[in-house]
């Protein structure tokens, strides 16, 4: 068992703190970290690390012995990986269905455990959605279905209608698109909330938005971060962790980090 410092300070019992878990999941964005600085960044903060997203279309660009080690890095640090939406959406469009189940054979083939079924860019039909999502199944993926939009802002209605296709369709998780938790340079509060009630969070990733998002400042998406964990709980899902916030994200969750102690706390 590992050793740990000031073993006299408690967490807290509500945080899994185990892999692997069901619960509480952390992912992490990998736009192309180098191997050795991937392996270092493991070597601390792999326990907290639950998923690993390469973005975009950034999985065509490596030379292929240099990702098949990458994946096997995170295969030795139980993390699992998979290839982020927008790189289906790119082949969706460029290509349409025939270019879809060839796309699933080639992350399978290369290792990758699941893929990502978005509609930042390009707008999906439920029957697309479906198609897309059944597909990647069959192909032996595992499937997180992103719902939301990076430029319009959707109802908590619509969200929760598209997660439900997602998951009839055979999708594990469910993301949520951190763009449409943000609204006018401040939280999404009311969306949030009645997410909340709409969802079954423990299968849904909150994801946190970023300076990929026009308008949005790095304070929102902490914000946002501190927002998660205190309406839902150290063991909310939390997506899309540049991976030098992820040790911080789980101080947050275990509430010791700069949100400070959880609602509730009497000091002694």
């Known amino acids: 068992m590992t050793k740990h410092p000031f073993a006299m300070v408690p967490l807290p019992a509500e945080r899994s703190v185990s892999k692997p878990r069901t619960r509480g999941l952390t992912m992490m964005k990998d736009s192309g970290l180098p191997r050795d600085h991937m392996r270092g960044l493991l070597d601390l903060i792999a326990p907290f690390v639950d998923y690993a997203k390469l ?70 039909t439920d029957e697309e959605r479906t198609r897309l999502i059944s597909t990647a199944v069959d192909c032996g993926l595992e499937v997180h279905g992103e719902v939301g939009s990076k430029d319009v802002h959707s109802t908590a209605a619509t969200l929760v209608r598209q997660a439900e296709t997602c998951f009839e369709a055979g999708s594990k998780l469910v993301l949520v698109e951190g ?36 308008g949005t400042t790095m304070a929102e998406v902490y914000q946002l971060r501190n927002f998660l964990i205190g309406a839902f709980g ?32 009497e000091r002694r």
């Not at 098949?68 to 939406?85: A, M, P, W």
């Not at 909310?236 to 959880?262: C, H, K, Q, W, Y």
């Open 179 to 214: 763009a449409e938790l943000i609204d006018d340079d401040a939280l999404n509060v009311p969306l949030l909330e009645e997410l909340k009630s709409g969802l079954d969070v423990e299968r849904v990733m909150f994801e946190l938005s970023g300076p990929w998002i026009p």
């Open 55 to 124: 973005v975009t279309g950034t999985a065509r660009l490596y030379p292929e012995d240099h990702l098949l080690e990458k994946l096997e890095i995170y295969r030795e640090f139980d993390v699992h990986t998979f290839i982020g939406g927008q790189f289906l959406e790119y082949v969706f469009a460029t290509r349409g269905f025939p270019g879809v189940r060839p796309y699933c054979e080639e992350a399978r083939r290369l290792g990758f455990e699941a893929i990502e079924v978005s509609d930042n860019r390009v707008p999906l």
């Open 234 to 265: 150290p063991d909310v899902n939390i997506a899309n962790v540049m991976p030098e916030d992820v040790f911080e994200t789980e101080v947050l969750r275990v509430g010791m980090g700069s949100a400070g102690p959880p609602a509730g706390f």
